[in-house]
């Protein structure tokens, strides 16, 4: 796959994130990290929490997406 999915949390998000994932799956192949609609795995169980590690595995792909668990006003990202 050229587009990779990591999700740090169980799909539980407040705005339904894997629930576009998903729909997302079945149309186009995306490799999916973490806790969430896995279906790649990492020697690294806490792959998602190194940004350095990410930002590696991130390289080998063409395209990362990359959406908030969360719909707040005044929200900012934590990396």
Partial sequence: ???IWISS???NSYNGREKLIDKLMKFIRID???PCLTNKFSKNQNLYK???KK???YSKYKFVIAIESSNCID???DE
């Fill in 9 to 11: 949390s169980l799909c």
């Fill in 75 to 77: 929200y900012v990202t």
């Fill in 1 to 3: 796959a050229s587009i």
């Fill in 32 to 34: 999916s990290y973490g």
């Fill in 50 to 52: 190194s940004k350095r």
């Fill in 55 to 57: 930002i590696k595995l």
